[in-house]
């Protein structure tokens, strides 16, 4: 399993994360579990959807 999510889009995904599991709590609301799924890609770092897509927010590497 690939890296495919640079580090911005890591800190994005997490604190979404965090705002889906408040708005959750707030609302008293089994919705807020959907919080798990940035979390999880945020926290691995590979995302099913970029890689399907084929698409990498990932810094591209030298080779030198």
Do not use: H
Not at 33 to 62: E, N
Request: proline share 5%; aromatic share 10%; hydrophobic share 50%.
């Amino acid at each position: 399993m690939k890296t495919n999510e640079g580090n911005t889009d890591r800190i994005i995904r997490i604190a979404l994360a965090v705002v889906i599991f408040g708005l959750g709590l707030a609302a008293q609301s089994w919705l807020g579990l959907i919080g798990f799924i940035p979390l999880l890609t945020g926290l691995v770092g590979w995302c099913p959807l970029y890689s399907i897509f084929g698409l990498s927010t990932c810094p591209a590497k030298s080779n030198s």
